[in-house]
């Protein structure tokens, strides 16, 4: 059992290795008995691979907050990507910059401006995963004055152009895409492009 990891249903996406390992261990079932060494050494090394996975995917998601400016301040910042400034979050929800600079750091542990760069790298790969949408349509629609720029910054954050971030995502199968990926391609993330709501339990 794993244990320490929250309660919450979490997709991941996993590399090769490891969904090989997964359709291998099916061969054994569920309910088996008896002492098989193989195969709990096979769930052992599924199991640490998948913590590693669900502790290492921090890159690949917005933080969820109990703190409701937070949560709007989030949710306004994910529908104005392009054009967003910290001044436009604090008349939408209505505080101070340095109160939301406080309570953001509180909630999240980060700054406002690292929310914003994360924010939008993540809807970038998402946008990047459907065809037609050229580089510099999204790079504008997430804030970028060119493409360059863009590049850099996606780079820096993926470890992958643009480009052949697009042509990996092309390549894979719809369960081996990031979640905010798979979402977008069903229509279940709204305006904000992410999540529709940013309020933890």
């Not at 790079?139 to 863009?150: I, L, Q």
Request: charged residues 25%; neutral net charge.
């Amino acid at each position: 059992m794993l244990t320490g990891l929250g309660d919450r249903i979490r997709i991941l996406t996993v590399e090769p290795v490891l969904r090989e390992m997964l359709l291998y261990a099916v061969r054994w079932p569920i309910d088996r008995t008896g002492d098989d060494s193989v195969a709990e050494r096979c769930f052992d090394a599924v199991a640490a691979l998948i913590v590693q996975s669900l502790t290492d995917d921090s890159l690949s998601r917005l933080p969820a907050v109990t703190d409701d400016v937070v949560a709007a301040a989030m949710h306004y910042t994910d529908d104005h990507l392009a054009t967003v400034t910290l001044r436009d979050v604090c008349s939408a929800v209505a505080v101070s910059e340095r109160t939301l600079r406080r309570r953001f750091a509180e909630a999240t542990g980060r700054s406002w401006r690292e929310y914003l760069a994360r924010s939008r790298m993540l809807h970038a790969m998402a946008l990047l995963s459907e065809s037609g949408t050229s580089v510099i349509t999204v790079a504008t629609a997430v804030g970028f004055d060119n493409a360059s720029a863009f590049a850099r910054a996606f780079t820096e954050y993926t470890g992958q152009t643009p480009t052949a971030y697009r042509k990996q995502i092309a390549n894979r199968p719809e369960l081996d895409r990031p979640p905010a990926q798979r979402q977008r391609s069903r229509g279940d993330i709204g305006g904000s492009g992410i999540s529709s709501s940013r309020v933890g339990t």
